[in-house]
């Protein structure tokens, strides 16, 4: 019998929405076979199992992220302008999820990475591509002269990164929409001002 056919992304993201409500040791075949719309003898056959699901899953969202990082960094904006809408529209999604305010990754990260060495690579490779990809927008935003050429570009990409993990992190506690906006406009305000330190 031939495999049957599925629109992968679509079925992807509805599992990752479903790993993110309930958690990976609480996500059962039968809320994953509601969720994707696919009999569980797809799912092993597609997948192999549940932790393969997720491996999909977290690929897919590392592409998703890269899509949505450069939607807002593609464009002629100044970086620091691109970079405070980015950081705004982390505070909406995290809004909008109302309870389920984390991402794939943070839940992961959490619940399962100390476990599963391949689930923690596949997340630590996103996180350090998420990082890098910062380092390269800050080395524009000297080229074209909006940054100061001694600013420390490594430390401005992780101390962002690991801001915006911690403000999805905290987004999970019982917190509110403008609690969350101070704290990015914080953020922001922090990299404008290391941008204009000289490295050490």
Wanted: one cysteine or more; a negative charge.
């Amino acid at each position: 019998m031939p495999p049957a056919k599925f629109d992968r992304e679509q079925v992807l993201r509805s599992a990752m929405n479903t790993f993110v409500q309930k958690g990976y040791s609480k996500t059962s075949m039968q809320d994953l076979t509601k969720s994707t719309g696919l009999h569980p003898g797809s799912i092993y056959c597609a997948f192999e199992n549940k932790r393969g699901l997720l491996l999909a899953a977290l690929l897919q969202y590392k592409s998703d992220s890269e899509l949505s990082f450069e939607a807002y960094f593609s464009h002629d904006l100044p970086v620091l302008q691109s970079l405070k809408l980015y950081l705004d529209s982390i505070v909406v999604d995290c809004a909008q999820k109302g309870e389920y305010k984390a991402c794939l990754l943070t839940r992961a990260l959490t619940e399962i990475a100390d476990q599963d060495d391949e689930v923690k690579s596949v997340i630590s490779e996103s996180l350090y591509d998420w990082q890098k990809a910062f380092h390269k927008q800050f080395e524009l935003a000297v080229e074209s002269k909006e940054l100061s050429a001694n600013c420390n570009i490594p430390h401005m990409a992780r101390y962002l990164s690991m801001g915006i993990y911690g403000l999805r992190t905290f987004a999970q506690t019982q917190t509110t929409r403008d609690v969350l906006q101070e704290l990015a406009d914080q953020l922001f305000d922090d990299i404008r001002r290391l941008s204009l330190e000289p490295s050490h």
